[in-house]
């Protein structure tokens, strides 16, 4: 079954500090992606890769960074948390090229809060 | 630009009673339309998409979707509620952005279901 990790389910950071969110697929995929979730907004791209070692900036990516040294992991970082980033992160993957005719894959979503 | 547009961000509904979520997209080109739940502290999950064919999509959970060019439309519907449905729905369209495609979503409706 298809499967799309995220080690950490919530976490509470303190403003300033530096934050790593992990995700893992086990599918092969080439694409992944980290969303954003905020109520009334729905999901919003902040970054996504389609390739080891690739990245592309979503619609936010101001305050994030992301690294993609093996295929099977994306990590979301936070260099200086605030509070804004506050917020619910989603990552997901596909296979192939981009979203077009492939399914996209959630993880279960990682509960930020910023303190 | 492409966006997704979901006009009800909430709706109730008694359990047993037929369901209606409205989906409007702006695309230019023949859209991949998908629609996704998210049950309450959970990733998403695909209920049905379209790509092209027969314009009443069928999904899991006695879920189906009915795509219209020129309403512009991809409404979710479902003939019978049953509580387990409520959850948060989100439609969502591939669009081409920087050259590379990505799921654009709406904003999301709430699902309430009384018993």
């Known amino acids: 079954d298809v499967k799309v990790t995220q080690s950490s389910r919530y976490l509470v950071k303190r403003t300033g500090e530096k934050v790593f969110l992990e995700c893992v697929q086990d599918?092969?995929?080439?694409?992944m992606f980290w969303y954003r979730q905020d109520p009334g907004l729905g999901l919003r791209l902040i970054y996504f890769?389609?390739?080891?070692?690739?990245?592309e900036k979503g619609d936010i990516p101001e305050g994030y960074s992301v690294s993609r040294e093996k295929k099977e992991r994306f990590s979301l970082i936070l260099e200086s948390a605030s509070t804004n980033q506050t917020s619910m992160y989603l990552c997901?993957?596909?296979?192939?090229?981009?979203?077009?005719?492939?399914?996209?894959?959630f993880g279960e979503g990682s509960w930020l809060t910023v303190v | 630009a492409q966006s997704v547009t979901q006009p009800d961000i909430h709706i109730t509904v008694s359990e047993g009673a037929s369901l209606e979520l409205r989906c409007n997209y702006s695309?230019?080109?023949?859209?991949?339309l998908f629609w996704y739940v998210q049950s309450p502290g959970q990733g998403l999950q695909l209920l049905l998409k379209?790509?092209?064919?027969?314009?009443l999509v069928q999904g899991i959970k006695g879920f189906e979707a009915e795509f219209k060019r020129s309403q512009s439309s991809f409404n979710l519907r479902k003939p019978s509620v049953h509580w387990s449905d409520a959850a948060e729905y989100f439609c969502?369209?591939?669009?081409?952005?920087?050259?590379?495609?990505?799921?654009?979503f709406g904003a999301g409706t709430r699902l309430a279901v009384h018993p």
């Open positions: 997901a993957s596909t296979q192939g090229s981009g979203a077009a005719g492939n399914t996209i894959y």
């Open positions: 599918m092969d995929h080439e694409n």
């Open positions: 890769s389609y390739d080891v070692k690739m990245k």
């Open positions: 695309y230019g080109a023949t859209p991949y």
């Open positions: 379209y790509f092209s064919g027969d314009t």
């Open positions: 969502a369209v591939c669009g081409l952005s920087g050259g590379y495609n990505k799921l654009i």
